[in-house]
Every structure is written in C-alpha cells, then in structure tokens.
C-alpha cells in the first residue's frame, strides 16, 4: 500500500509539473504573439495617420476646424479600423522602448490583441488605458520613475504629452479610483496572478514659451 501511494504522489508531483512547464510555455508564446502583433499594428496606424496627413489630399471640414484652433476639438476622440477594430491612436513609453496601438473599446478579446481604452478621452482629460501585462504590453509598468515622459498620439496627429506622477497598487474593484482620479491620463494592468493592478497616474507636461504655459 504504501508503495502504491508512492507511486500515484510521484505520478501527481510530474503531472503538476508538466502543467506549468506547458503553462510558462504558453505564456511565453501569448507574450511573443502580443508583441509581434502590436508591431504589425503599428505599422498600420502609422500607415492610416500618413494618409490623413498627406498634403496632396484635399482637407476635410474638421481638419480644417484644428488647423484654426485645437480649442474646438469635439471630445470624442476619431477612429481608424483596422480588422474590424476600431483604434484610437498609439502610446509611446520611451523609458520601456514601448510604442503600442490603443483600442477604442475594450473586452478580454481585445485586450489579447492591443491595449484598449477603458474610459474617457484625451481631449476631456480623463483618459484610462487598460492592457494585458505581456511583456511587450503593460507588464514592465511597475518599472517607471516618477517624471517618467508617456505620450498618446491620436488618429489626426496630436500628441499628448505626460508625465508618471504616481504609480500605485489597487485592488481589482477600485473602479472609481481608477475612473475619477482627477488624473488626466490613468494605465492600468494586472499583477502576476492577477489579485492586484499596477495603476501609473499621469499628468500632462505644460512648457513655459515667453513666460506663458502650453501643454
């Protein structure tokens, strides 16, 4: 009996491991395919932004509208639809070697797929972007400093240029901390195991041209 025992823990104990080697496995090739299809992305919005910025292409009324005053920008943000997904922009995390393309919605089908906006917009200052923590996605977040330059360029263009104020550890059900944190942009992604978030609070950068403020 006791040799049958034996037996069944050691067959358990290589079972279990098996499972999370073909786990690690599957994650690394999750976190491969994340990054290679943020690349391709990439490409496509940049591809997109060109072709609405060429200069031999006669302006429309709204491009018209931001040339004259940014001010009147509507606070829905425009969109480009890429596979049936409608994008928003792209991030750029300099300090990370991150350039991702942004969602204009979000679900966990398209979280595999890019990071997506959770809430608000650029132009309303209240702008939530969620993502996976693949490697190539949102999971070296916790490694930002503070001062830490993000910027989220949309569809026409316009950059919107921030800086890490505080990076935080919240609980999975502290929706409005997230969603009213007074921040003008707000990332967000799991910790290892999922119990946790990772949360960056940004704020836009405001520059100082002849002794007046411009963001």
Known sequence: MPKKAGIIFVTLGVVLILS????????????????????????????AMTEETDPTTKPTEIEIEITESQETLPAEMPVVVIDGY?????????DLELELPVMAEW??????IAPCRHFGSSRTDDLVIAAHNYKRHFGPLSK??????????????????????????????????????GYDLVLYTCTSGGA????????????????????
Do not use: W
């Open 196 to 215: 946790t978030r990772v949360v960056a609070f940004c704020d836009r950068v405001t520059e100082e041209i002849n002794g007046e403020e411009y963001e």
């Open 86 to 94: 409608e994008y928003i922009g792209y991030l750029s995390i300099p």
């Open 144 to 181: 930002l400093d503070i001062g830490a330059e993000i910027i989220f360029t949309d569809m026409e263009g316009i950059e919107n240029r921030y800086a890490l104020q505080e990076l935080s550890t919240l609980a999975p059900d502290a929706v409005d901390a997230v969603q009213n944190s």
């Open 107 to 112: 679900d966990y089908n398209r979280l595999k």
């Open 20 to 47: 999370a080697l073909l786990l690690f496995l599957y994650n690394g090739l999750e976190d491969r395919r994340a990054g290679q299809q943020a690349e391709s992305l990439m490409d496509e919005i940049h591809s």
